[in-house]
Nanobody
Framework: VQLQASGGGLVQAGGSLTLSCAASGRTLSLYVFAWFRQAPGKEREWVASRRWSVNTPKYADSVEGRFTISRNNAKNTVYLHMSNVKPEDTAVYYC????????????WGQGTQVTVSS
């Protein structure tokens, strides 16, 4: 699997933004997809994840109720819908994937910058 992230940009606090992660490869149903982020001077943190074939999303407490992870089967794309964004959401966002049995994410896309202005 290969991943290509896009959709970052500048957004005002309280606004919305959608990130996209295009996945190439076969048997995406065997993978879990996730979004991580890394703010300046901070460690990378997990934001959200879901299995490709089963809609059981999980979210970090900091984004629960504001962010939604989804996927479009026809486009082989995973999305992160960000709403009611806050300045603390400013970070480089990465999409990642791992096979179901893996304990860590081994496939990473390039980062996309999200900047939230107050």
């Amino acid at each position: 699997v290969q991943l290509q992230a896009s959709g970052g940009g500048l957004v005002q606090a309280g606004g919305s933004l959608t990130l996209s992660c295009a996945a190439s490869g076969r048997t995406l149903s065997l993978y879990v997809f996730a979004w991580f982020r890394q703010a300046p001077g901070k460690e990378r943190e997990w934001v959200a994840s879901r299995r490709w074939s089963v809609n059981t999303p999980k979210y970090a407490d900091s984004v629960e109720g504001r962010f939604t992870i989804s996927r479009n089967n026809a486009k082989n794309t995973v999305y992160l819908h960000m709403s009611n964004v806050k300045p603390e959401d400013t970070a480089v966002y990465y999409c990642a994937a791992k096979v179901l049995s893996a304990t860590s994410y081994g496939v990473w896309g390039q980062g996309t910058q999200v900047t939230v202005s107050s």
